[in-house]
């Protein structure tokens, strides 16, 4: 696996107007996404500029910006409000314990990367991804709705939140509630022709920060919340690990947990890269990219990040097409760090959480909610019992019950049209393609010859239909199985063949098996049945089968009338 990107210089124009303009777009959501997790704007500013800069640098998507997002901050705000109620009076060590998570969330992600399980966190059924969507979009809705209101957000999640609502509603600043609206009216009129230009995010930040400044500076009215001073240059700290024994499943489950959203919201990013550039990323590079970007980006006191669907659209757009367009907004990022910081100090609370809110409602999969129940019943069914349990459980829990039920239900649909590949006949009824002289040859058994036809792939659910198939006929004096067309024979229905050729045996019946080759023969053989049938009963073709069944018939009905 090669270490870094290849950085080229052929597209260098379109590279950094399109590191520039996602650097535009990038520095209202870093501060946004920050102020929402609870680790404060600083950090949000360094997760954007960390992650970014390592991912590009390590990554294996070239024009993939990444950064802190909607899906990485709902874990993250989970993350640090767990850790401050364990540590109320030790706010700092709580921090240091959540960068940890980040850290070791960067190693599962380089574990992915390494154990090459990209392609397969791709493979998640579209239903399990649009409910887990959902549900963290409304999370973030649920948490910005207290300083949307101007008010700080109750800890304990959306429940909390639901429950305080009274509460919230009844203690309401109308002023940053109006500077919210003002913010959310901007996002939703913005017009299209105009985001080429310069993104909404920024437009309402500015004017949302303005209106502030000027209008409501004066106001005797309670101080309206803002973002705060800013210390501009390097990150004022390092977070070494610190783990606690008592927390350590916590945060190693935490982790992964983050681990996974971050891949999950990687690979499907990368996806719409590839469509927009016609190229195809590398996924498990791109994992080991992520990992060490949020490893590091934990170390410096960064929010964890991904790749962003929004940047890595306007970069592309813009030109960027290889990994010098997400270095170059790095270092633009980094240059309002060093020397700028001071004067996002009086950016509103609400003009942020009116941002994020804007966020949690576009990451809601609409377009799906709406016709999903006309699609089946079924995968509206999973979608919605997956948005329930990110919301109100667990997302860890939600997607892996909804992929368990989603492959279930898969399963039992492949083996419902698979199981009518098990035939058992005597006679010539069509139910499968024979030649003439196999039909006359079967048909001249008199019933005496079991044709055990299996084709397509055994999984382990076919194992029912063939021992009911089996089942259904008993009188008979050879059984052939035949396994010509089947490529795949699972350890289930291998064991449901075993015992309908022990059956056979034990009622002294002869046993021909036709067809078993390479790894299905292999299999057979290893559950021992390879002794149980004579070496010239293994046969690799039909024709032959029946002749030498339809000799044993013969002779067994001479012995019968004594000759």
Not at 96 to 101: C, D, E, L, S, W
Not at 140 to 167: C, H, K, M, S, Y
């Amino acid at each position: 696996m090669q270490i870094t990107n290849q950085i080229h210089f052929r597209n260098l124009r379109g590279d950094i107007l399109g590191g520039l303009t996602a650097a535009v777009v990038a520095l209202p959501m870093a501060l946004a996404f920050g102020i929402a997790s609870g680790a404060g704007a600083s950090a949000g500013l360094w997760g954007a500029i960390l992650v970014g800069f390592f991912a590009a640098l390590f990554g294996g998507t070239p024009s993939l910006i990444s950064e802190p997002t909607g899906p990485m901050t709902v874990i993250v705000t989970a993350v640090i409000t767990e850790l401050m109620a364990i540590y109320p009076e030790d706010p700092q060590k709580a921090l240091a314990m959540a960068f940890t998570v980040t850290m070791l969330a960067g190693l599962f992600q380089i574990l992915f990367g390494l154990l090459k399980l990209g392609r397969y966190i791709t493979m998640l059924p579209y239903n399990v991804v649009s409910g887990f969507m959902t549900g963290i979009g409304i999370i973030l809705i649920f948490i910005q709705i207290a300083p949307f209101l101007g008010q700080e957000t109750p800890p304990g999640g959306v429940l909390a939140v639901i429950r305080d609502l009274p509460n919230l509603i009844t203690n309401i600043n109308y002023w940053e509630t109006g500077l919210g609206i003002v913010t959310l009216a901007i996002l939703f009129l913005y017009p299209n022709k105009l985001k080429k230009f310069v993104p909404p995010q920024l437009v309402a930040l500015v004017i949302g920060t303005l209106i502030s400044l000027i209008f409501l500076r004066g106001i005797e009215i309670r101080t309206i919340a803002t973002i705060g001073e800013i210390t501009p240059g390097l990150p004022e700290r390092l977070y070494w690990p610190d783990f606690t024994s008592g927390n350590l499943r916590l945060m190693f489950i935490n982790a992964l947990i983050l681990a996974m959203v971050g891949s999950i919201d990687c690979m499907l990013t990368c996806l719409v890269s590839d469509s927009l550039t016609r190229t195809e990323h590398k996924s498990n590079k791109e994992l080991v990219g992520q990992g060490i970007a949020n490893l590091i980006t934990g170390f410096c006191g960064g929010i964890a990040g991904s790749g962003a669907t929004t940047a890595t659209v306007v970069n592309i757009q813009a030109g960027g097409r290889t990994a010098l367009s997400g270095i170059s907004r790095a270092l633009v990022l980094l240059i309002v760090v060093l020397w700028a910081a001071p004067l996002t100090s009086g950016i509103p609370l609400a003009v942020l959480a009116a941002i994020v809110l804007k966020v949690g409602i576009d990451i809601i999969d609409w377009g799906f909610l709406k016709r999903v129940h006309k699609i089946s019943l079924k995968a509206a069914g999973i979608l919605y019992s997956v948005v329930l349990l990110t919301v109100f459980v667990d997302l860890m829990v939600a997607v892996a019950v909804g992929v368990f039920v989603a492959n279930i239900l898969t399963i039992a649909r492949l083996d419902e049209m698979q199981s009518k590949s098990v035939k058992a006949i005597t006679d010539d009824d069509d139910q499968i393609f024979l030649t003439p002289q196999e039909k006359q040859l079967l048909d001249s058994a008199n019933g005496r010859v079991l044709l055990f036809h299996l084709s397509g792939p055994m999984i382990f659910g076919v194992a029912k239909a063939i021992a009911r198939e089996h089942g259904a006929i008993s009188n008979y004096d050879v059984l052939i199985v035949d396994l010509s067309e089947v490529p795949i024979l699972g350890v289930t229905s291998s064991l449901a063949i075993e015992n309908a050729i022990h059956e056979a045996i034990d009622e002294h019946r002869e046993v021909i098996v036709v067809g078993a080759t390479g790894k299905v023969k292999s299999r057979l053989e290893k559950l021992g049945i390879k002794g149980l049938i004579p070496e010239h009963h293994w046969m690799d073709d039909k024709l032959s089968a029946l002749k030498e069944g339809f000799e044993i018939v013969s002779g067994r009905q001479r012995e019968q009338f004594g000759g």
